[in-house]
C-alpha cells in the first residue's frame, strides 16, 4: 500500500503517545490534515483506505486515492473533543476517529526497523541502507522507503522486477517510463542492462532516482530525467526494452509514445493494472504486441513481446 508522510517533527522518543485517525474521501482529506496539524500532530500519514495505487502519473503530487486514511501522532494527554468540533465543523459531519494509546518508544527507529530485506525471484534482494544484507548470491539494490512510489514491496512493483530477474538484459537499453523511486532502471543496470533511462515528470522522483542510482554504483548506466528533458534530448529514441509501472488509464493515454519508444524486436512491461483492466490495455497494444499476463493479488504485469 502507498504511504505520503505530510509531516513529521519527532527527533527525540516522548513518553506517551495518542494515535487518531479518520477516512475520509479524497475531497476532504486536506481538511483532515490542516485539522490534525492545527491541533499540534507531531506526524500527519496519508495512506489509501482501499489499498489503492500510489500515484497517477498525471498528477505526482497528489495522492489519487479516493478513498484516503490520515493518521495524526500527538503527545499526550489531549483533548480528544477539539478535534471532533473541527471535523465536524469542516466536513458537516462526524466521521469515526479511531484512537489508540501509544507507549514510549524511540518511533524514527521503530519506523526504520519495520523495512525489512525483500526477496524478489531468482536474482534481486532490496535491502533499505540502514540494514545488512543477508549472506546470498542474488544482487542487491538499497532502496530506502521515501515520498517517491517503488521500494519493492508492492506487487506492481515486485511483478516488474522479478520478470527483470528473468530476462537477458545484457548490453540492452531500457527506459523505466514513470520511474518513481529508480529501483526498476536501476535494477536493469545491475542485471547487465547498457543503458538505462528513468523518466519522471515529478522532480522529486528524478532527484530520488538520482540518489539511489549513485547509492547503488550505476550513475554511469543509469541516466534519470524530467520528461521534457529526455524527450527533448533523445527526439528519436528507441530501445530494446520500456517498464511503464503506472496506472491503467494513463498508459492507454500514452500507448502511442510507448508503442514508438520500442525498437523493432523489442519488448515492453506494462503494470500498475489490476485483473478486471487487462482486457482494455491490451485493445490499445496488440496491434504491436503480443502479450503473457503475471499476477499478483489483484494486480498485473503485462509482458510484450513486439511483433515485428
Known amino acids: 500500500m502507498g504511504v505520503i508522510f505530510i509531516t513529521l517533527k519527532i527527533s527525540t522518543p516522548l513518553s506517551d503517545y495518542l ?72 466536513l458537516g459531519y462526524n466521521p469515526e476517529v479511531m484512537q489508540s494509546q501509544l507507549k514510549d518508544q524511540d518511533w524514527e527507529r521503530s519506523w526504520l526497523e519495520s523495512f525489512e530485506p525483500v526477496s524478489v ?35 506492481t512493483t515486485f511483478l516488474c522486477l522479478e520478470q527483470l530477474g528473468k530476462l537477458d538484459l545484457k548490453g540492452k537499453t531500457v527506459l523505466d517510463f514513470g520511474c518513481g523511486s529508480g529501483i526498476l532502471g536501476i535494477a536493469a ?29 550505476v550513475s554511469n548506466s543509469f541516466n534519470a530525467m524530467s520528461n ?31 508503442e514508438s519508444l520500442v525498437t523493432i524486436k523489442g519488448m515492453v512491461l506494462l503494470s500498475g493494472i489490476l485483473a478486471s483492466q487487462v482486457d482494455k490495455i491490451r485493445d490499445h497494444f496488440e496491434e504491436r504486441f503480443f502479450f503473457g499476463v503475471q499476477q499478483k493479488n489483484d494486480w498485473v504485469l503485462l509482458i510484450g513481446n513486439s511483433l515485428d
Open 19 to 90: 494515535q487518531l485517525a479518520v477516512s475520509v474521501d479524497r475531497k476532504h482529506a486536506h481538511l483532515v490534515s490542516d485539522v490534525f496539524e492545527s491541533q499540534g500532530a507531531l506526524s500527519v500519514t496519508v495512506t489509501s483506505t482501499d489499498d489503492e495505487e500510489c500515484f497517477d502519473i498525471a498528477d505526482p503530487v497528489e495522492p489519487d486515492w479516493a478513498k484516503q486514511t490520515l493518521t495524526a501522532l500527538f503527545d499526550s494527554p489531549f483533548v480528544v473533543s477539539d478535534v471532533d468540533a473541527l471535523l465536524f465543523e469542516g
Open 228 to 258: 521534457d528533458d529526455f524527450f527533448s534530448s533523445f527526439p528519436n529514441f528507441t530501445c530494446d526494452l520500456v517498464i511503464a509501472n503506472i496506472l491503467a488509464n494513463t498508459l492507454i493515454e500514452l500507448s502511442s509514445t510507448i
Open 189 to 217: 543496470s545491475k542485471l547487465g542492462a547498457a543503458k538505462t533511462f528513468g523518466i519522471d515528470i515529478d522532480g522529486r522522483a528524478v532527484k530520488a532516482s538520482r540518489e539511489n542510482a549513485a547509492i547503488n554504483g
Open 121 to 155: 525471484g531468482d536474482k534481486l534482494l532490496i535491502c533499505p541502507s540502514w540494514c545488512e544484507p543477508p549472506e546470498s548470491n542474488k544482487t542487491v539494490l538499497t532502496i530506502d522507503p521515501g515520498m517517491a512510489f517503488g521500494t519493492g514491496s508492492h506487487e
